[in-house]
């Protein structure tokens, strides 16, 4: 699977690392791509998107301009001489598209958790020669993302890659989208020659996060960036918090700092990002029990009630070590980790007892 994957290209473009692709979140009207384009190509950018048909998370918000944009795209082309890429989702996207002869397709986030979808965007593709780009599925599952990319792949679309833009997550938290890093990596080390785009807006869905998620991607070895960018983002009809000026954009790219990937045979550099990044995982998960169990002291302190329950403690290191078992660790390792755990919780609700630590 995957033998015959070729790096994206195009015409007279120089594509080495990292591959910028940017521009506006929606292309909203002839006046904001053009002058957007125009920005951004004046820094030296070549590669143009813009969605034309947006998938919204609710009916109500700006839902796309639809086919009158592709014209606005054609004249990016061909009087600023980018090449331009928008995203598809449906068979009838695809072939307007095509029709109109614009040079990459992106798949989004809400289209590669459907196989449905996926199969129908594949058929419409067949026959085609044409980049394109699989955003991950809203939902962290590397296996439906890699069947995403196998069903482009099965259509003939060998100069494809895959654009990482986080996960979709409960809750408020400082990413928009969670960015589990270790599963890009994984599909890396999966697919090694598939070439690796990361999406800092969306993954941040803030102006100021854009910057070190690039770093980030850079230093974790991804081959491009693309970066929603505005020329006016405050009065942007989508995702304005997140997009950037074409001015801002250069800055950014050309602060980063972009280091050589050294990997060694076993791919061991890889797998270390990986542990880096499940640690840091283990530690936040950590960090949020502790949370949760100062907040039981508080309680335990308002109802005058001890802070170790003997009951409660057993059934902790039962189910917990069964499961570790069933996961094929060791029960022992699990009841260990869990006695250690508790330890610290006791520590920090006698802190809140008595009143040197707060919940
Ligand atoms: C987008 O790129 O504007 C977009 C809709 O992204 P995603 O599919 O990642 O949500
Ligand atoms: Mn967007």
Known sequence: MFEELQPISFPGLDMKRPIIIAG?????????????????????????????????????????????????????????GMYVCIEVATKA????????????????ARTSANPFAMQEIADALEGHDIPVLVKNPVNPDLELWIGALQRIYNAGIHKLGAIHRGFSTYGKHIYRNLPQWHIPIE??????????????????????????????????????????????????????????????????????VIRETTQTTENLTLLRQQLDQIDNELLELLNKRMRVSREIGQYKKEHSMPVVQTNRYDDVLRTRG???????MSGDFIRTIMQTIHEESVRQQIEVLANRMHP
């Not at 791509?33 to 998370?57: E, Y």
């Not at 069964?322 to 094929?328: A, F, L």
Request: net charge negative.
């Open 24 to 80: 506006p979140c929606s292309a909203e009207t002839e006046e904001q791509v053009m002058s957007t384009a125009k920005d951004l190509s004046s820094h030296g950018i070549h590669i143009f998107r813009a969605g034309i048909w947006k998938p919204r998370t609710k009916p109500g918000g700006f839902e796309g301009i639809g086919v009158e944009g592709l014209a606005w795209l054609q004249r990016v082309k061909k009087e600023i």
């Open 93 to 108: 996207h695809v072939e307007a598209a095509l029709e109109a002869g614009i040079d990459m397709l992106w798949i989004g």
């Open 187 to 256: 599909l890396r080390r999966r697919i090694p020659n598939m070439q690796l785009i990361c999406d800092p807006s969306h993954i941040g869905g803030k102006r100021e996060l854009v910057a070190p998620l690039s770093q980030q991607a850079m230093d974790m070895g991804f081959d491009g960036l693309i970066i929603e960018s505005h020329c006016d983002p405050d009065s942007a009809w989508s995702d304005k918090s997140q997009q950037v000026t074409p001015d801002v954009l250069n800055y950014i790219v050309n602060m980063l």
């Open 322 to 328: 069964k499961i570790g078992e069933e996961m094929g």
